[in-house]
């Protein structure tokens, strides 16, 4: 009966951990999505990248993971799901995808403690690193970025603007994927 | 202090000391291999140093079943590519490399593609992409700087693309690393001041990095110790055999603990500007190391003071007097062998156009270098620290 009980915590804590993994990156992608519209600053960071180019990010062994993808200068969220990607960023576990997908560790420390790696051009991962701290900026709220982050970011009265039309834009989105 | 997590992982045999290589065919038998397929360059063959390899085989049942000799300076895809063809066509067990950084990363490239059973290297790129058991590898190193013999990584380049690629994973290491003072001894003194400045930067980055740790400190202190010690003396006097042996045995320490801790700043921009501008790796590296330590010092004075008795630099009690000093130290390094081979001091004396620095600002944020740097590094810092490394020592 305890070893039901137990296997069963287990479960369910893993189950809650994907689900909360799972709505962070639906968060992450859907972000990524609209501040590729306003932000100059990922304009400029994603302007070298090829167009339509796939970058998957994602958890080991099975997913939860999103996709995104580079249309006509902007970046389009193809959605959730395990894909084939000319660039993959895989945590190796649900515990070092939550630590980072929750913002309690920055994206750096994450490849410094070797918590994710890298299928395809390393050059590649490093800008899409560079793209997802700028997602994360108007993502993550300021005492999670001071935190994280080596050089907490600056943000300018337009960044706010852009900050407040993500979490306008995010809440009914979030919602409707927690509800689901 | 202890870093709330890492990982540390080397598994190469080392034999190092005086006619190590006699050693190469049992260490062949011990990995069930009989027939070697060795990997060196031009350079190699006209210092002579084949000659010690292939006299270790006398009256042993191994044997080299075929030498390539015709690395390129920069490892590159199609050699790989092609290499691995030719140890299939010759049947070998066994691939042996003997040189510098290019043979080794194009001898892990070569390991590679056989291992896996591909023929085309550019599919394992990435970090830990390799599920084969990798077949029997042995490396001799013939510098004392890159450290390629124990770490995890191959920078290999695309050259119809014109990028290097770094290729990571456990599995690439040789099972062995024969480290035999002979082989360093023909280098001349400007490339052994180049190759032990990029060994000591190898060493310092480690030591400081975001993902320094106690096992790799332990390795990284230990070069930094032997490269203050035996580096001049192997510039000055290169047929000095204990110089030769202690800086060999500094260049593998400071890889152990670089392929662990990883590298930073001085490394990015040094890849950077290697693939712009044709700078070796050691010469940039050394130009950039103390601009990369004062890069960093704000966030790491205290960990960069405990060099301090490395550089018989006088501690004190103020971390940050004291780790200027060790900057100042490895600055009067650089001005000695610059004294005694004119090794480069500035970006302007590497022969560097001054009208590169942006391109090599923009390069160097894509090199996986960066995410390991404590401090961390935009476009404009990458450029400023140029503009000093120019044309000021």
């Known amino acids: ?180 | 202090m202890i870093p709330e997590y890492y990982e540390f992982f080397c598994s190469v045999k080392i034999i190092s000391g005086k006619k190590a290589l006699s050693n190469l065919p049992y260490e062949m038998g011990l990995l069930g291999a009989k027939k070697a397929m060795i990997i060196t360059d031009q350079g190699v063959v006209g210092a002579g140093l084949m000659e010690y390899v292939k006299s270790a085989f006398e009256g042993a049942t191994q044997e080299i079943s075929v030498i390539f000799d015709q690395t390129p300076i920069d490892s590159s895809v199609k050699v790989v590519n092609e290499l691995a063809v030719l140890y299939r066509g010759k049947e070998c067990d066994c691939i042996i490399a003997v040189g510098g950084g290019s043979c080794l990363d194009t001898a892990k490239g070569v390991n590679i593609v056989i291992s896996e059973g591909n023929d085309d290297l550019m599919v394992f790129q990435g970090m830990d992409r390799l599920a084969a058991t990798p077949k029997p590898f042995i490396a001799i190193p013939t510098t004392a700087g890159t450290g390629s013999e124990v770490t995890a990584a191959a920078v290999i380049a695309d050259t119809e693309r014109g990028v290097k690629m770094p290729f990571i994973s456990h599995k690439i290491f040789p099972q062995v690393a024969i480290l035999d003072p002979r082989m360093t001894l023909t280098m001349p003194p400007r490339i052994t001041a180049a190759t032990g400045m990029d060994a000591l930067t190898h060493a310092i980055e480690a030591y400081y990095d975001l993902q320094k740790n106690p096992i790799s400190d332990s390795f990284a202190l230990t070069a930094i110790r032997l490269v203050n010690k035996y580096l001049i003396s192997a510039v000055k006097n290169g047929s000095d055999e204990q110089a030769r042996l202690a800086m060999a045995n500094a260049a593998l320490c400071a890889g152990i603990a670089f392929s662990n801790s990883m590298v930073g700043i001085v490394h990015g921009l040094a890849h950077a500007t290697g693939g712009c501008c044709h700078v070796p790796h050691g010469v940039a590296n050394s130009i950039y190391l103390p601009w990369g330590m004062e890069y960093n010092l704000e966030k790491r004075h205290e960990i960069i003071a405990e060099l301090a008795p490395y550089f018989g630099v006088t501690a004190g009690s103020d971390a940050r007097t004291a780790a200027s000093g060790v900057i100042r130290a490895v600055r009067d390094m650089r001005r000695e062998l610059n004294d005694i081979c004119k090794l480069p001091l500035t970006l302007k004396d590497a022969g560097v156009d001054e009208t590169k620095l942006e391109l090599i600002a923009k390069n160097s944020l894509n090199d996986g270098s960066m995410t390991y740097n404590p401090e961390e590094v935009t476009y404009e810092d990458a450029l400023a620290v140029l503009k000093k490394a120019w044309d000021k020592e």
């Open chain 1, 1 to 180: 009966m305890n070893g039901l009980l137990s296997s069963f915590k287990r479960e369910s804590a893993y189950g809650s951990k994907k689900a909360v993994a799972h709505i962070s990156l639906l968060a992450l992608g859907s972000t990524f999505e609209l501040v590729s519209k306003y932000s100059k600053e990922l304009k400029k960071e994603i302007a070298d990248w090829q167009e339509g180019i796939v970058l998957l990010l994602g958890v080991l062994p099975n997913g939860p993971a999103m996709s995104v993808k580079k249309e006509n200068g902007a970046i389009r969220f193809l959605g959730m799901g395990m894909r084939d990607a000319d660039l993959k960023v895989l945590f190796k576990n649900i515990d070092s995808a939550m630590m980072v997908l929750t913002g309690m560790m920055g994206s750096h420390t994450a490849f410094a403690q070797f918590r994710a790696i890298v299928y395809g051009n390393l050059g590649v991962g490093m800008q899409m690193s560079r793209a997802l701290n700028i997602v994360q900026k108007f993502l993550l709220p300021s005492f999670m970025l001071n935190k994280t982050f080596k050089r907490p970011p600056e943000f300018s009265s337009e960044d706010m603007w852009i900050k407040a039309k993500v979490m306008a834009a995010l809440t009914p989105k979030m919602i409707s994927g927690a509800l689901r």
